[in-house]
């Protein structure tokens, strides 16, 4: 054997067998973590910051949630305050009688948020058992801990 190695010989390269399993190895645990961490939200659309035409203002130490009739009643927004980068997310919608609609909020599967306090509106289709000619009451639940209850706006913002 010859003393006088160039550098191309203390190359190894790995085997292709041994190469697709190192990327087998590192696409398993991505797929993972990606799947994992998507939860599907049950809102037509999301949307940082508030809706069109609605200007409130809200306590930064305790800001509530509130909803808005949009579109003649055929939809409706709910807004609640968070990280911008890490809004709830809607997982369950329902009309548990004519007059009052329920929404189920789960914490967005982030690994990094933003620390900052901002709104996001989340606009959902008006269930059919809804009487939108009444005053309607929307309960939200976020975080499986804290409840709110509060009435849609009579109006259109």
Excluded at 35 to 47: E, F, I, K, W, Y
Aim: proline share 8%.
């Amino acid at each position: 054997m010859s003393e006088n190695v160039g550098w191309h010989a203390l190359f190894i390269a790995p085997s292709v067998g041994a190469m697709k399993r190192r990327s087998t190895l590192v696409v398993v645990p991505v797929l993972v973590l990606a799947l994992t961490a998507c939860v599907q939200s049950v809102a037509v659309d999301t949307v940082r910051g508030l809706p069109d035409g609605v200007d409130v203002e809200f306590d930064p130490v305790d800001p509530q949630p509130f909803a808005s009739w949009l579109d003649d009643r055929e939809r409706f927004s709910v807004v609640t305050y968070g990280s911008s980068s890490c809004a709830p997310v809607p997982t369950s919608i329902s009309a548990t009688d004519a007059t009052t609609i329920a929404i189920t909020f789960v914490p967005a599967k982030a690994l990094v948020c933003t620390a900052d306090l901002g709104p996001t509106t989340h606009v959902f289709d008006t269930p059919a058992a809804t009487d939108t000619e009444a005053l309607v009451t929307v309960n939200v639940l976020l975080d499986d801990e804290t409840d709110y209850e509060f009435e849609l706006n009579m109006q259109n913002p």
